[in-house]
């Protein structure tokens, strides 16, 4: 028979002190825990996978990106005011606590064309160009760079302008439609010119973005061109791309309002629902934590019962030697035992109810986010329950000591 450091016998102490242990207080505490945990860690799973859209090309929760321009009203730039963004402007953005960061968008200074050959047919058109900082580019695509030695330009195109002339204008022409990466291979010549210049290059699109509606060149080249064939002026941008940290936030629409900006197409009611979401979300993990909580209590008030319960056998142990700490032991093993459980319980039901969601995110390109986050949690809030109520047990065993 194993003793234990007083030379007693472990087994006996034991069945000793769990007469008085009632088995249905610590089902009904292990029930009621796993409920609460299981909910914070579905809830946690749930948001991430979601938010794991974030690394695709269509994010649904992530931080969110805002194109703002100001509004023109009435007769615009031909009553001599220019819809642009002010120092003041951009610096009252920036000290917004929704803002991240800015980008600003540089246009053109001068003419641009282009013309290109499909289907034995020539076409050219007038152009804009526009950069911002690389940084804000959804994509990343290769040679995103410009030298004056290069006669080629890089061109970033949006993908609603493809759609358009796919579906709407080589449609009514009898224009062959193309894929992005057939169109990555039409050879463009791109006329540049002002400021008494002109330049030809050779031009290809190397990219469609989801997040910018323009015609996108490097930065480098915005700034070179600009001073060879521009005027000379520094115009105020009159675009911004705004980097948020908050989509939804109520206070977005109303700063925008109220200063005369708007935003580019429907990412105030995308934000709007990711916001929406993230609230539902943490409302629901609350919920979760505040059912663990209360399970928690339940447990310490059953051990408090307990040990008043038990209070004489208490006692008389520590008459016969044993300390507090080795009388207690036997309640640290229970509860950390019956937690463990819980832990292991409440990840398996993460992991059957993220089963239940996966398909549908599956469906719309979703791999989901790992589970390690989650079951690291798992565990952790396992150890702060277990680390807290050892801690009320052995001051409530204390305690009798010394009132003994």
């Not at 224009?175 to 210049?197: D, K, T, Y």
């Given at each position: 028979m194993k003793k234990d450091d007083n030379g007693h016998s472990g087994s006996v102490v034991w069945r000793l002190l769990r007469c008085n242990i009632s088995t249905g207080q610590i089902i009904g505490y292990a029930v009621a825990c796993f409920v609460g945990l299981a909910i914070v860690l579905a809830g946690l799973q749930f948001y991430r996978d979601v938010n794991s859209a974030g690394e695709s090309d269509d994010p649904m929760i992530s931080r969110d990106y805002l194109i703002l321009s100001k509004k023109v009203e009435g007769l615009g730039s031909l009553g001599g005011a220019q819809a642009e963004f002010s120092k003041s402007d951009i610096a009252g953005l920036e000290s917004q606590p929704w803002v991240e960061r800015i980008g600003l968008f540089t246009a053109s200074d001068f003419n641009v064309s282009a013309s290109v050959e499909m289907g034995?047919?020539?076409?050219?058109?007038?152009?804009?160009?526009?950069?911002?900082?690389?940084?804000?580019?959804?994509?990343?695509?290769?040679?995103?760079?410009?030298?004056?030695?290069?006669?080629?330009?890089?061109?970033?195109?949006?993908?609603?302008?493809?759609?358009?002339?796919?579906?709407?204008?080589?449609?009514?022409?009898?224009?062959?439609?193309?894929?992005?990466?057939?169109?990555?291979?039409?050879?463009?010549?791109?006329?540049?010119?002002?400021?008494?210049?002109?330049?030809?290059?050779?031009?290809?699109?190397?990219?469609?973005?989801?997040?910018?509606?323009?015609?996108?060149?490097?930065?480098?080249?915005?700034?070179?061109?600009?001073?060879r064939f521009g005027d000379g002026t520094d115009s105020a941008p009159s675009r911004l791309i705004v980097e948020v940290n908050a989509p939804g936030d109520p206070g977005i629409a109303g700063y925008l309002k109220d200063h005369g900006m708007e935003s580019a197409g429907d990412k105030a009611d995308s934000g709007r629902a990711a916001h929406f979401l993230s609230v539902v979300t943490g409302v629901v993990m609350a919920v979760g934590a505040v059912i663990s909580l209360l399970a928690c209590f339940i447990l310490l008030l059953s051990i408090y019962l307990l040990l008043q319960k038990s209070r004489g056998k208490l006692r008389d142990l520590m008459l016969l030697g044993y300390t507090p700490d080795a009388v207690a032991r036997y309640y640290y093993l229970l509860v950390a035992g019956v937690n463990a459980t819980v832990v292991l319980m409440a990840i398996a039901a993460m992991v059957a109810a993220r089963s239940l969601w996966m398909p549908a995110f599956a469906a719309l390109g979703l791999k989901g986010a790992s589970l390690w986050v989650a079951s690291v949690a798992a565990a952790a809030a396992g150890i702060v329950l277990t680390g807290f109520d050892i801690a009320a047990i052995r001051r409530r065993v204390i305690r009798t000591w010394y009132d003994r």
């Open positions: 034995g047919r020539s076409m050219s058109t007038y152009l804009f160009f526009e950069s911002i900082p690389d940084g804000f580019f959804d994509i990343k695509p290769d040679g995103w760079s410009f030298s004056p030695d290069d006669p080629f330009i890089p061109i970033v195109l949006s993908k609603d302008y493809l759609t358009l002339y796919n579906f709407g204008f080589a449609a009514s022409r009898g224009l062959p439609q193309v894929s992005e990466a057939m169109i990555g291979m039409v050879p463009l010549r791109i006329s540049v010119s002002g400021n008494g210049r002109q330049q030809w290059f050779d031009g290809r699109i190397v990219g469609f973005s989801s997040r910018l509606n323009t015609i996108a060149v490097p930065q480098e080249f915005m700034d070179w061109a600009n001073g």
